[in-house]
Each structure stands twice: as structure tokens, then as C-alpha cells.
């Protein structure tokens, strides 16, 4: 009995050890996040926290474990004739993987330009996209959501504006949208959450068949344990 529980705890603790490279879905490749004026444009250094704040343009983004998050807004008149704010991310998908993008847009201006838009695509394949532009200005809200296969995939947020005619008005648009990830191959007695009971069945048939198979190879070992403990206490639709 003491001899099982030592290799019980050995599983346990090897698993744990290997938990971070499953827990992390969103895994960056490129990005390219920036505000932009006429005079100034600042860009994000690297893929930490952005906060940026310039003269009609600005954005607030994140680049986290199993989403992206941003907000950004921009507006134009008479010294800002282009402005920009504008999220772009490429990331990798090493397993399959639900997801839900949901985003809200406002485009208003009179004579002056102003798009707000969203865009999502495997890289080098066809894309959910939606654009909200003058003259058909006002607020939009739009929601999508699916299944993911590995590979490499695109997410692109920007609001812009231009007026070449400062007279007659300015314009303004705003984006807000977040991407989040949900994988929940390891809700075993499907209940709707990964929980003691998934963590129990996988053990019961550890080394000795597929029922506790999380990652789809065909049997039940450090790898299957592993994506359990990383999706643990994870709500699943």
C-alpha cells in the first residue's frame, strides 16, 4: 500500500511539473499593437501589459495565457486629420480548442471617416470579420464562437478615423474585444466542470486503459494527468 501511494504521489508531482506547458493556450508569436496621431505613433515593446494615451488615440491590451483582451478608441478635428489605435496578435495552438470572440464597436462622424473593425483568421486562411463604418455610424455588438484546431491563428482589433475636411466635423470609433480559449477535454463524466470526480476516474484507469484518455492518444498517463490538473476547476459549456 505504501509502495502505491509513493508512486501515486511520484504521478501527482510529475504531472505538476508538467502543467505549465498545457495550461497556456495562447501561445505569441508576433504582434503588433501601436496608437497613432498625426505627429506621434507608440507601439507595445514586447507582449506584457500595453497602455498607451496620445492625442486622440489610445488603448489598453493584454496578451494573457488563454485570451486577448483589448480596448482602444480614437478620434479626429482639426490638428488630428489620422488616427489609429490598433491590436494585432499571431499566435500558436498546440491542441483543439473551443472559443468565443465577443467584441463592441462605435463609428460616428458626420463627413469625416471613421472604422472600427475586427478580424480573425487562421494565418493564410479566411477570416470572421465584421466593420463598422461612416456614414452607417452608431454602436455595434457581435459575438462568435466555435472550435479551433492546431496551428497558427490571427486576431486583429483597430478603430481609425481621417478628416480631410476639418471644417465640417471630426469623427471618433472604438473597439472592444476579447478572445478567450476554453478546452475541456478533461470534464470526463461530462457534469459541466473539471472537478475531484474527473481526477478520480482518470486515476482508477491510470496505465490500464483509455478512459481517462484527456489528450485523444489512446491511453490514460502523465500527459492525460497533466491536462487535467491544468484545466482543473475549470466551468465547461
Known sequence: ??????????????????????????????QNRYVQNTSTTVTAPDFGHFQASIVCASQTSDILANSLQAVGAICTGDTQRITRSHYGVIFDLSVPTDYTLACDFTANGSTAFAESSVQFRPVGGTDIHFHLVTP?????????????QPGQYELILYAR?????????????????????????????????????????????????????????????????????????????
Open 136 to 148: 452607417v455610424s452608431g454602436e455595434r455588438h457581435v459575438s462568435f464562437s466555435g472550435s479551433l
Open 161 to 237: 478615423g481621417s478628416n480631410a475636411d476639418p471644417i465640417g466635423g471630426g469623427s471618433n470609433g472604438s473597439f472592444s474585444g476579447t478572445l478567450t480559449l476554453v478546452r475541456c477535454t478533461a470534464d470526463l463524466n461530462i457534469d459541466g466542470i473539471v472537478d475531484l470526480t474527473d481526477l478520480s476516474l482518470l486515476l482508477s484507469c491510470f496505465g490500464a486503459g483509455s478512459c481517462g484518455d484527456v489528450d485523444a492518444d489512446g491511453d490514460s498517463d502523465l500527459s492525460d494527468l497533466a491536462q487535467l490538473l491544468a484545466q482543473f476547476g475549470q466551468a465547461c459549456e
Open 1 to 30: 500500500m505504501a509502495h502505491r501511494s509513493l508512486k501515486c504521489g511520484t504521478i501527482v508531482i510529475s504531472a505538476l511539473l508538467s502543467v505549465q506547458a498545457f495550461a497556456q493556450l495562447v501561445n505569441p508569436v508576433s
